[in-house]
């Protein structure tokens, strides 16, 4: 019996557990349609609105985007507070205020050009400051080291002032919090006694300070060591940490003192998830308090530390890898230096131990890397800091394990999780697609919105006549509602009863925009080459921001903005084909074009793109994808069958092959005229007549250093499009494999991961039992 109550009580102390996912990006869009939506409001909102003779949706048009993401990895953390909150998990998010977010895009002359997104210019309803819990954070000075302990002192206090934003979950009375973190000079900045005199310029330099969180880095995919992104880094991690302490310290669950002491059950109690190595200081911060603060033994602060912190891998791309500079460090936060140091011995000492001799081990496992510059790498920081290392998708995952982290899991292989990412299916079939979702409610009821695997239910209506008749129906008011919207805002006018065939996501050579640039192009020239031939029209939508950086990102815009150009305005192509950039993509665009896709392009080069999410968007809104054996379009394949995707091209392997063997873009381009065609016509400034050689840069990368074999996959693509073509003028061969798509994709939902994470990695138990409303007494 004792051994019984002490489980019930281990269980009831996991059941306090508190999940803390800090993340330096939350792409959380729009929040009106979405509390609505979760609150169980939107048709009394409609009602009440339209009695006042307004229109709800002109309301919503109003709201900015809090774009404070640049993709996928902070998309994926909106979705996961989603879920977090909807299974009633006691979860925080944990970010940084930007001031400006993502910039916004605009087209002038075919190129980018960002502009600032001030999106808090007419304030933010939704937040509230919370000054009563603002905190220090510390950087620069030095580190004292005296029989008492270490003690980090002389340093700049830069204030963390709280911003928190209700998280509701889907109808069941549970609000959690999003707390983001604005930067604020203390008031005695800069007026210290050797500043006398210089009042007005001490005052100016408060700037300096608040400039930490000014702005978003809008890179994907690509690190940028500045010291203001470090800076960032620490900012988030220094004061959410002293939160959760504070927290844990005051917290009265299973502890009879007023203020707990110990730090024994932190564990128990705590866990962080870390979103990426963005924010890795997590550790040797959390190291920093528990010995130097709280004066925890260093070992039991190490177990303690690990035992709280996990981490999720996002990239195996190595211009990704966050690796800074020791000598940034040195200056900036001294004693965590220190700490990373003393950890790497420790590690190197265990490795050194196990492996005895094998000095290139001990080399490619250090958390120092030695050179001419020496730097911290910050994913195997992450990796011997945590008890949970994932990937996020299975594949992601096994590339993990076998190349990245190869040594790391040879030593604790249990280490080693898979997490497959998912999407919320509020914002992304119920807000986005009411159409779809209310078919789908009239056939298997309304219980697959929190649990989403109950779409396999609708295998059943396959072959159902009137069913099959409205999914089509829903998907062409879609496409039409979309098609009204580009003529409103963009003044294009295009064919709604053509192919949409869509591609947004970041611009990256790794995601192989030009690919489809290709496949443009070579359409057009069959077009020309005989127009009285029948062809599936098709709307070719390509949309994404570039790294402002990233000049062959902003090359490929240009690119595809000149291909529209030419092939737009040929009056032999007229009606069969059109290419259109969306400008300004961005997370309310894509509740507009998902929903009205025809086609999903997910074509990155196999082994690159660790998983994608907008795939599973697509999926669930009843397109049918081409795409890569890649990130969780390999999922996708197996859940619905591989026959009910478009898969083509290279896998894993035969990609690894052709590495070993050398890839030579010249044999393709000499082999296939299609593609040649293309190429000379990209070259010679076809698309580009008022300036032939703008493109040189494009063309020479794709002959001479393309690393994602964009001509190694360019028949077996062009080949796989035909069968696109042939599918979709069979209207109900193309629907009844939409349906069989939308039935499949119950595993992609963020409620299924979050569950995945709760058990296997935090150890909690997600609840489906829905708080009583406020206005009733609780039990």
């Known amino acids: 019996s004792w051994l019984a109550s002490r489980a019930k009580l281990l269980l009831t102390n996991k059941l306090w557990c508190r999940i803390y996912y800090l993340s330096l990006e939350f792409y959380m869009g729009r929040t009106l349609q979405n509390t609505m939506v979760n609150l169980g409001l939107q048709n009394a909102c409609d009602e009440a609105i339209y009695q006042l003779g307004l229109d709800l949706e002109e309301l919503e048009e109003i709201e900015e985007d809090a774009g404070l993401g640049n993709g996928g990895l902070g998309r994926l953390a909106a979705c996961f507070l989603d879920s977090m909150a909807t299974l009633g998990l006691a979860a925080y998010g944990y970010g940084i205020r930007y001031e400006f977010g993502i910039f916004n895009q605009k087209i002038v002359d075919g190129w980018q050009v960002e502009e600032a997104d001030d999106w808090l210019r007419y304030g933010n309803p939704w937040e509230k400051a919370r000054p009563e819990y603002m905190l220090p954070v510390h950087f620069y000075g030095r580190v004292e080291h005296s029989p008492e302990g270490v003690k980090w002192v002389d340093t700049q206090v830069v204030l963390a002032m709280p911003y ?16 983001l973190w604005s930067a604020k000079a203390p008031n005695d900045f800069n007026l210290q006694e050797f500043n006398v005199g210089d009042y007005i310029e001490a005052v100016l330099d408060r700037n300096l300070a608040e400039n930490i969180s000014r702005v978003l880095y809008p890179n994907d995919n690509f690190f940028e060591g500045k ?9 988030v991690v220094a004061a959410t940490l002293q939160d959760i302490i504070r927290r844990f310290k005051s917290s009265k669950f299973g502890c009879q003192d007023p203020v707990r002491t110990s730090f024994e059950t932190f564990p128990d109690k705590v866990a962080i998830q870390l979103n990426d190595t963005h924010p890795a200081l997590s550790i040797p911060e959390l190291m920093r308090i528990l010995v130097d603060v709280e004066k925890v033994d260093w070992d039991k602060a190490w177990e303690i530390t690990k035992q709280t912190c996990a981490y999720t891998n996002h990239t195996v791309l190595p211009e990704a890898l966050e690796r800074w500079p020791v000598s940034m460090f040195e200056k900036l936060l001294p004693r965590h230096l220190e700490i990373i140091y003393a950890l790497n011995q420790m590690h190197l000492d265990r490795v050194a131990a196990l492996y005895p001799g094998d000095i290139d081990r001990l080399r490619r496992m250090s958390v120092i890397e030695e050179g001419d510059c020496k730097r911290i790498n910050m994913a195997h920081l992450c990796v011997i800091g945590s008890h949970a290392v994932n990937g996020v998708a299975r594949i992601h995952s096994d590339i993990v394990k076998n190349t990245v982290f190869k040594d790391f899991y040879e030593l604790e292989p249990e280490k080693f999780q898979n997490k497959t990412n998912g999407i919320t299916p509020r914002r992304w079939l119920l807000l ?15 219980d697959f919105v929190t649990d989403l695997s109950q779409l396999k239910k609708l295998l059943d209506f396959i072959d159902n006549e009137t069913f099959i008749r409205d999914v089509a129906k829903v998907k062409q008011e879609n496409k039409l509602k979309f098609s009204a919207y580009l003529e409103e805002h963009y003044k294009v006018k295009i064919n709604p009863s053509s192919m949409f065939d869509i591609q947004v996501k970041r611009i990256h050579e790794y995601k192989r925009q030009l690919l489809n640039c290709l496949h443009a192009i070579t359409l057009y020239n069959r077009i020309r080459s005989d127009p009285s031939k029948s062809f599936v029209p098709r709307t070719i939508m390509i949309g994404g921001k570039a790294a402002p950086g990233y000049h062959m990102a902003k090359m490929i815009i240009k690119l595809i903005t000149s291909i529209g150009e030419v092939v737009n305005n040929d009056p032999y192509v007229g009606d069969k084909l059109k290419v259109i950039f969306l400008e300004n993509y961005r997370v309310s665009l894509a509740e507009k074009v998902i929903p009205a896709a025809d086609l999903s392009q997910q074509i990155s080069t196999a082994g690159t793109e660790a998983s994608g999410t907008g795939n599973m968007k697509f999926m669930l809104n009843g397109a049918l994808t081409i795409g890569t054996m890649d990130g969780a379009n390999v999922e996708m394949a197996e859940e619905a069958g591989e026959e009910n995707l478009f898969i083509f091209g290279m896998r894993v392997e035969e990609v690894e092959a052709l590495d070993r063997q050398g890839y030579n873009a010249q044999e393709y381009y000499d082999r296939i005229p299609e593609l040649r065609q293309a190429i000379d016509q990209i070259s010679s400034g076809f698309f580009s007549p008022r300036d032939p050689g703008c493109f040189r840069d494009v063309v020479n ?49 963020s409620d299924r991961t979050i569950t995945e994470y709760a058990r296997e990695i935090w150890g909690v138990e997600p609840s489906a039992t829905k708080i009583p409303p406020p206005n009733l007494p609780r039990d």
């Not at 010291?227 to 900012?235: G, I, M, P, V």
């Open 164 to 179: 928190d934003t209700p998280v509701p979950g889907y109808k069941n009375n549970t609000v959690n919090t999003m707390r």
């Open 227 to 235: 010291e203001l992104r470090l800076k960032q880094e620490y900012f």
């Open 432 to 446: 986005c697609n009411p159409g779809l979702a209310d078919v789908i409610a009239e056939k298997i009821g309304e």
């Open 701 to 749: 990368m794709l002959m001479h250093h393309d690393r994602f074999k964009v001509f190694a996959d360019y028949e077996a693509y062009i080949k796989c499009q035909g069968q696109v073509d042939q599918l979709f003028m069979d209207p109900r061969e193309w629907t009844r494999k939409v349906i069989r798509n939308i039935a499949c994709s119950g595993k992609f939902s």
